[in-house]
């Protein structure tokens, strides 16, 4: 990132808020379920799954908790109703890890339960360094108990082929992500290159083992890599998925499409809607700078 970018970047938390509203509709469904489901039937159209994430994290109250897995519950609900390609993700700390490991389980149980009896897929998303064995062990016994559960692995940590061991020896739906949580260079590569090269080791070892994967990136070389892999691993479409954020590279989404691969898009929605894409315009400082643009009246503003 340049010098200039890390200024915008740094500028975000003065951004006008009703301005990041306005580059939130681009990457959040909205703030009601049935917005959700309106984006993932928009999706089904173009030949895309879904994975439903309801936004919240890191609550501290258990009271925060029981409303994160009761609409969960109802994501999975409203899921067997429709009919659609598309299942949910759970960010621990938001049914209650950073207060309780146990309140936690009791809460993901719930919400496993639940989806098990509706043949509804609960993906545990992966969340910063301070949970990543948690997530791994609450993901691993909840698989042994309902069968429908997958985890995430982030290519960026140091651990990440150690971990995907388990994982593989539970037959564990793994997504791959690069990763997006600041952490000490002890916890985690930093060279975009060294992340791109775990990224493929990962995915190589999980493929190879007969694991079905979950490739989330947008990054061209982590894209290319997967294909070669895909191609000289001779998989078929069905062992594995492409995985892409609402809102972003939408084009690279429709060329993967096209060529006939399984993808699946994130669809977030709720009211915590703010931190989300400030971490989104974070992560896209050309994006942010035409909002910073637009604040200071150097530039037209976003629509």
């Known amino acids: 990132m340049s010098l200039f970018d890390r200024l915008v970047v740094s500028s975000i938390p003065f951004i006008p808020r009703f301005l990041v509203h306005r580059v939130a ?27 439903l994430d309801v936004l919240g994290e890191s609550v501290t109250h258990a009271g925060q908790t029981e409303s994160a897995r009761d609409e969960y519950l109802r994501v999975i609900d409203a899921l067997s109703e429709s009919g659609l390609p598309a299942n949910t993700s759970v960010k621990p700390t938001a049914v209650g890890l950073s207060i309780d490991p146990d309140l936690a389980r009791r809460n993901l149980s719930a ?3 639940r989806a098990a009896g509706s043949g509804v897929f609960v993906r545990l998303d992966m969340e910063d360094s301070p949970y990543t064995e948690k997530t791994i062990r609450l993901a691993l016994d909840l698989k042994a108990e309902f069968g429908n559960v997958g985890v995430v692995l982030q290519a960026y940590l140091r651990r990440s082929l ?21 952490e000490r260079r002890e916890i985690a590569w930093k060279d975009h290159d060294v992340i791109v090269r775990n990224f493929a080791a990962l995915l190589d070892k999980h493929l190879a083992a007969g694991c079905y994967a979950a490739i989330a990136t947008h990054d061209e070389a982590c894209v290319q890599n997967a294909l070669a892999t895909i191609d000289r691993l001779k998989l078929p479409k ?3 998925e492409f995985q892409m954020l609402l809102g972003v590279d939408p084009l690279l989404r429709k060329i993967l499409l096209e060529s006939g691969h399984r993808l699946r898009v994130y669809v977030p929605y709720g009211r915590d809607w703010y931190a989300y894409s400030t971490r989104r315009l974070k992560e896209n400082p050309s994006i942010a700078r035409h909002i910073v643009n637009a604040t200071l009246g150097l530039g037209p503003k976003t629509t």
């Open 25 to 51: 509709r681009r990457y959040v469904a909205g703030e009601t379920l049935d917005d959700a489901i309106a984006t993932a039937r928009s999706l089904a159209a173009e030949g895309a799954m879904s994975t």
């Open 111 to 113: 919400i496993c339960r």
């Open 162 to 182: 150690a971990d995907l061991d388990r994982l593989i020896e539970a037959r564990m739906n793994v997504r791959i992500c690069k990763g997006i949580y600041r």
């Open 238 to 240: 069905s062992a594995y």
